[in-house]
């Protein structure tokens, strides 16, 4: 008895199982890739990461297979997660939906209308609106684990749900406002693939592999018709079903969910980071990282969250539309409105679909994201460290 409860000991003390298990690894391992990003680009590397991202395999360059491809299966892995939390989890009923509504709401509008007034008139920045407007889940999570017991459970329901309803007001700006030429013959054979998904789903099919193949080929036709290809993700992700017989266990969508969480944590997003995060800041003069982009980016997310957070929050409260969640304080809400302006991946991903082919301005968004994302992490985390743990009211 003694030897089994040794080698358990010995199991949960790991220090390598242990972190790769807690919240907090995906942050930190976005955090170094992201960093050697910069680190490559700004060495005598530079050139070569550059010519390595252009690199063409099998007709698209890496960058576009990680962008369009592999971001394709993160998009999925947001789908089975608002999913799930939309039937039976932290946003099931619309009491649960109102408080991170309402924030969500504000949270995307106030960035959007801060970064418009630094660019309202120039034409050629004007479409990076929605670059702000978006909350990094795993970095804001990352920061409360780092918290530990000082942020109530409440608020990283809050946080967590928060952040999946700004998910999906991402994903219809860029399904709405971030498409090319379409091409109408692809987009009807996306919405043939779609109508088969439909088919799977009421005909009961639980077996994943079905979804998979023609979750590919939407991709594919999406991939072709001007909408950009990670919609097809977020598709697929809608039509793995959620509720099956009670002697299959888990169902489907726990199972792919379950099986896609690693992937996306410790290889996509780390990828995505090093991909994209890479910004020469030998070629930027102070006129460029002063201009109108990173200025409106970093102002967008560091203000612009905590005000549209806080203030549509304070005000559904007070207008007796949501409550404030348990054993929390206002102090603690507001850090958490800060700490929401951590947009790192889903602000650069908009952000180069903003200015695609407009190196200068996609590194200006680069530096925009990085600032505000640091400062809103800091400042975040400060307060939450120092304002009362727990209150009952």
């Known amino acids: 008895?003694?030897?089994?409860?040794?080698?358990?000991?010995?199991?949960?003390?790991?220090?390598?199982?242990?972190?790769?298990?807690s919240p907090m690894a995906g942050g930190i391992i976005l955090i170094v890739a992201s960093l050697a990003a910069i680190i490559v680009a700004n060495s005598p590397l530079g050139e070569s990461y550059s010519q390595l991202l252009k690199t063409k395999v099998i007709g698209l360059?890496?960058?576009?297979?990680?962008?369009?491809?592999?971001?394709?299966?993160?998009?999925?892995?947001?789908?089975?997660?608002?999913?799930?939390?939309?039937?039976?989890?932290q946003l099931a009923t619309w009491s649960q939906r109102a408080l991170p509504g309402f924030a969500a709401v504000g949270g995307m509008l106030v960035p959007a209308l801060i970064y418009v007034c630094f660019n309202i008139g120039n034409e050629e920045t004007i479409g990076g609106w929605a670059i702000p407007?978006?909350?990094?889940?795993?970095?804001?999570?990352?920061?409360?684990?780092?918290?530990?017991?000082?942020?109530?459970?409440?608020?990283?329901?809050?946080?967590?749900?928060?952040?999946?309803?700004?998910?999906?007001?991402?994903?219809?700006i860029i399904a709405i406002f971030y498409t090319a030429d379409i091409s109408l013959l692809m987009l009807a054979g996306a919405l043939s693939m779609t109508a088969i998904l439909f088919?799977?789903?009421?005909?009961?099919?639980?077996?994943?592999?079905?979804?998979?193949?023609?979750?590919?080929?939407?991709w594919f036709f999406m991939l072709q018709s001007g909408v950009h290809a990670t919609i097809a993700g977020i598709l697929l992700a809608f039509f793995i079903p959620l509720r099956v017989n009670k002697t299959e266990k888990p169902v489907p969508l726990e199972r792919l969910?379950?099986?896609?969480?690693?992937?996306?944590?410790?290889?996509?997003?780390?990828?995505?980071?090093?991909?994209?995060?890479?910004?020469?800041?030998?070629?930027?003069?102070?006129?460029?990282?002063?201009?109108?982009?990173?200025?409106?980016v970093a102002l967008g997310l560091f203000f612009g969250k905590q005000v549209?957070?806080?203030?549509?929050?304070?005000?559904?409260?007070?207008?007796?539309?949501?409550?404030?969640?348990?054993?929390?304080?206002?102090?603690?809400?507001?850090?958490?409105?800060?700490?929401?302006?951590?947009?790192?991946?889903?602000?650069?991903f908009i952000g180069n679909l903003a200015f695609v082919g407009n190196q200068l301005l996609i590194d200006e968004v680069k530096i925009g994201v990085l600032l505000g994302s640091i400062l809103a992490a800091l400042a975040g985390s400060l307060i939450l460290r120092f304002s009362p743990s727990r209150q009952s009211k």
């Open 257 to 296: 969910e379950h099986a896609v969480n690693p992937w996306v944590t410790f290889f996509i997003l780390p990828l995505f980071g090093f991909a994209n995060a890479g910004v020469a800041l030998s070629g930027l003069t102070l006129d460029d990282l002063l201009s109108p982009v990173p200025v409106g």
């Open 1 to 21: 008895m003694q030897k089994k409860q040794s080698k358990h000991t010995d199991r949960v003390s790991n220090p390598i199982s242990d972190f790769f298990s």
């Open 133 to 172: 407007a978006a909350t990094d889940i795993a970095f804001a999570l990352g920061v409360l684990a780092l918290l530990g017991n000082r942020v109530p459970v409440s608020l990283k329901i809050f946080l967590s749900a928060l952040a999946i309803l700004d998910d999906m007001g991402a994903v219809l």
């Open 61 to 89: 360059s890496i960058e576009h297979w990680v962008n369009d491809a592999l971001m394709a299966i993160f998009f999925m892995f947001v789908g089975l997660e608002i999913k799930r939390e939309l039937l039976v989890g």
């Open 199 to 218: 088919i799977l789903n009421r005909s009961g099919v639980t077996r994943l592999l079905p979804y998979i193949l023609v979750g590919f080929v939407l």
């Open 308 to 348: 549209g957070i806080f203030g549509l929050a304070l005000l559904a409260v007070l207008c007796g539309l949501a409550k404030r969640p348990d054993h929390s304080s206002w102090l603690q809400i507001y850090g958490i409105s800060i700490l929401c302006g951590i947009g790192f991946t889903m602000s650069l």
